[in-house]
């Protein structure tokens, strides 16, 4: 004689429905610092603050140019901001020339 459980499944009469059940799967995955997204903005609140005074020391001190452009405020910020963009959209076009297909050493 079989009974069921509160799942509706059919169970031997007499077993444990607690034996019958799956056993759970582990959650002990490990949680890191940048799991947490409020971790996440205090870095890029802190890297923003970081840029911020940089981008304010450059009222502090002489500077000593060889190019009459890198007289003006902001001069080195706005010069390798634009260089950064530059390289990540030249690499987004290297990136068609030089990739290889997903299955290449497979072959």
């Excluded at 140019?65 to 634009?82: I, K, M, N, T």
Aim: hydrophobic content about 40%; aromatic content about 16%; proline content about 6%.
């Amino acid at each position: 004689m079989t009974t069921q459980d509160d799942s509706g499944t059919p169970t031997p009469n007499g077993a444990d429905s607690a034996a019958t059940e799956k056993p759970a799967t582990p959650t002990d995955e490990k949680t890191y610092w940048l799991d947490q997204s409020g971790n996440v903005s205090k870095i890029f609140y802190a890297v923003v603050t970081v840029c911020l005074l940089l981008l304010a020391a450059d009222f502090f001190y002489d500077k000593h140019a060889e190019h009459p452009l890198e007289q003006y405020f902001g001069f080195s910020a706005f010069f390798g901001f634009v260089s950064y963009v530059f390289i990540v959209f030249a690499a987004k076009q290297l990136r068609k020339i030089v990739m290889r297909p997903e299955d290449y050493y497979d072959r």
